[in-house]
């Protein structure tokens, strides 16, 4: 279970021959897979999604000593990245000399673990097109965060309905692409509902410079990650509006608690969302405009958000969603609601500030 060394690269095999441009090959270990009572190796990755966090993961996995393939949309990405060794999203940081390069297509499935690097609502496609080739029991590790719009479904629910021969996982917590593709100090939490291969995907992907804490808590780690991004988009807006210190403060607090009743609602473990995945997210996204959804939240708190870049925000998606799943169990949500009227045009920054400010006073809880 200990970290591979590097070996020098060997000849392809017919499992990438028409996908390849270029993947070095590695000496491996291998873990027992207790799902299907085979032993699987851990040993080639590969992540779907060239963006800033793809390519983060990617550097993260090479220095693990992994062999992985960074996959991209189409060719024309691909061919950027091979010659430049540097994503666009991520100006003056270089790939790792270990990343192999190719677009994305249906024999990535048959990699030992694959990350899905893509947006929320993109997740289904991308998992759908890995789903031909997948083997039974293969981790396939949703690295996004966010909630399905329409469906309502977490990620790893659906990696399961759009490829049902994955051992779905989910990757969240406090980290942000710049910091991990750059190899600075980084924690984070990989959950799946196997504890055994929860714990073998950490030691695969671990490394001196990030460091996975492995959960069976799925559904906790995935809710931490979701409603930190609508948080981080309220605690912006106070930034941009200018609302003090103390307001920001008060906002984080209430909004935690907002995201505490609301996983406890849904069944997450205490431990899980006090843990990185939930306050630790919420601590680092309220408080950065490393943050989209905090960058986005700044330019509605100063009444730019049509220059805001919102399209890459997950927040903006994941909000209404949040809200629905809560009205739904009951849960109380004031300050989700409120940057749910702001992006709907429904009560502007002020006015939601005064409806927060302005409820009935109640008992800390």
């Given at each position: 279970m200990n970290s591979t060394r590097l070996s020098s690269p060997r000849k392809r095999g017919p499992i990438c021959q028409n996908l390849l441009l270029w993947v070095p090959a590695f000496a491996g270990t291998t873990v027992f897979q207790p799902l299907t009572g085979k032993t699987m190796a851990?040993?080639?990755?590969?992540?779907v999604g060239a963006g800033a966090w793809g390519t983060a993961l990617a550097n993260a996995v090479a220095r693990a000593g992994r062999a992985v393939l960074l996959a991209t949309r189409d060719r024309a990405?691909?061919?950027?990245?091979?010659?430049?060794?540097?994503?666009?999203r991520l100006p003056g940081v270089r790939l790792h000399e270990h990343v192999g390069i190719a677009p994305v297509g249906a024999d990535v499935g048959r990699y030992d673990v694959i990350l899905l690097a893509v947006p929320s609502q993109d997740l289904r496609a991308a998992a759908a097109a890995i789903a031909p080739a997948l083997r039974e029991g293969t981790p396939v590790i949703a690295c996004a965060k966010g909630i399905e719009r329409g469906t309502h479904r977490f990620m790893t629910?659906?990696?399961?309905?759009?490829?049902?021969?994955?051992?779905p996982a989910i990757l969240s917590g406090p980290s942000f692409a710049a910091d991990v593709a750059r190899g600075l100090p980084a924690a984070?939490?990989?959950?799946?509902?196997?504890?055994?291969?929860?714990?073998?995907?950490?030691?695969?992907?671990?490394?001196a410079a990030l460091r996975p804490y492995h959960s069976t808590d799925v559904r906790g780690v995935e809710i931490g990650g979701a409603a930190k991004n609508v948080l981080a988009i309220a605690a912006?807006?106070?930034?941009?509006?200018?609302?003090g210190a103390s307001a920001d403060a008060a906002l984080?607090?209430?909004?935690?608690?907002?995201?505490?009743?609301?996983?406890?609602?849904?069944?997450a473990r205490p431990e899980t969302l006090t843990g990185l995945s939930g306050l630790g997210d919420v601590i680092l996204t309220c408080s950065s405009t490393q943050s989209r959804n905090y960058s986005y939240g700044m330019a509605l708190g100063r009444g730019d958000a049509a220059h805001a870049g919102g399209a890459l925000a997950e927040g903006i998606f994941t909000a209404p969603v949040l809200v629905e799943m809560a009205n739904a169990k009951g849960v109380d949500m004031p300050i989700a609601n409120a940057v749910v009227d702001i992006l709907a045009g429904r009560a502007s920054v002020d006015e939601a500030t005064e409806t927060l400010m302005t409820r009935p006073f109640r008992a800390e809880g």
């Open positions: 851990f040993d080639r990755i590969a992540v990405g691909a061919d950027v990245l091979v010659k430049a060794r540097e994503s666009p629910e659906v990696i399961a309905e759009s490829a049902p021969a994955a051992q984070v939490t990989l959950a799946a509902g196997d504890e055994t291969v929860a714990a073998a995907l950490a030691r695969a992907l671990g490394s912006g807006i106070v930034a941009g509006r200018g609302l984080v607090t209430r909004g935690f608690a907002e995201l505490f009743r609301f996983g406890r609602a849904f069944g």
